[in-house]
């Protein structure tokens, strides 16, 4: 049985301060909480060492944006996943749709940073997804396809299956437009499937596969009802506590 698991992705919205307060307020709606939905929020950067400290006595996680391919050295801007160890991270978002378009991210990159954060100990959240055009010229499953394999190729079982994977489809993030939980369900089916003949059934059963992109408190609970879809990685509507914390619950309603 997976526990169903709704992360926020604060994308590069608050600062430091702001971020404290937003995880706060947070922790607070969770307080009696039953524990049945796993929580996550992932800030920006410089924003993580404050949110670790709201979060210290909650039971909301917290992770990465992204996180360097290599172990350490002389790159400069770049964060690496003993860094996030080191600040309580329990989580990396890897291969988000924004990191390949405008950070020219590819499958090989995004399969080198998964072993530099398996390697620390830390989840991954791999997202993929299919562009506008990819879906309307019928290669959904070609892209996803290729991005999965080329991230997880040559990866020990065991590691993906502690993986987290995000489907996202790339017109679907921020626009307000949402794939019908239908579509998002066949996609989260042949994404299983795929996993299953990379690490067998078992393991594919275990791998928790989140749907992202434009996921808010209105649409979250027919999503989240459908069998494959194990939870949401949520951009805008996490930066409000309120709306966040209503998906949440609807993530719990769904069991
Ligand atoms: P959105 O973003 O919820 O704002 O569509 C999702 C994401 O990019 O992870």
Not at 29 to 55: H, K, Q, T, W, Y
Not at 89 to 94: D, F, R
Not at 95 to 122: I, P, Y
């Amino acid at each position: 049985m997976r526990r169903s698991f709704v992360c926020g992705n604060w994308k590069m919205y608050k600062t430091p301060s702001e971020a404290r307060v937003l995880a706060r307020d947070i922790a607070r709606g969770l307080r009696g909480d039953d524990g049945r939905v796993e929580v996550a929020v992932c800030p920006p950067f410089p924003a993580i060492a404050a949110v670790a400290e709201s979060l210290r006595e909650s039971p909301v996680a917290w992770g990465g944006q992204n996180c360097a391919p290599q172990l350490e050295g002389a790159y400069t801007g770049e964060t690496s996943a003993a860094m996030l160890v080191d600040l309580g991270c329990t989580y990396a978002i890897l291969g988000h749709s924004e990191r390949r378009q405008f950070f020219a991210e590819t499958d090989s990159t995004v399969h080198e940073k998964l072993e530099a954060v398996l390697g620390c100990g830390l989840t991954p959240i791999l997202c993929v997804g299919e562009t506008l055009e990819e879906r309307e010229a019928d290669r959904t499953s070609e892209v996803v396809g290729r991005q999965l394999r080329g991230a997880l190729a040559g990866l020990p079982g065991p590691e993906i299956a502690r993986s987290v994977i995000a489907y996202e489809p790339v017109w679907a993030i921020g626009t307000g437009r949402t794939a019908t939980p239908d579509m998002a369900e066949a996609m989260h089916r042949e994404i299983r499937e795929l996993l299953a003949t990379m690490i067998g059934e078992d393991g594919a059963e275990a791998v928790r596969i989140l749907y992202g992109g434009s996921v808010k408190p209105g649409n979250a609970a027919d999503l989240f009802s459908q069998p494959n879809i194990d939870g949401g990685l949520i951009g805008g509507a996490s930066l409000t506590a309120s709306d966040f914390l209503a998906i949440v619950r609807a993530g719990c309603s769904t069991e």
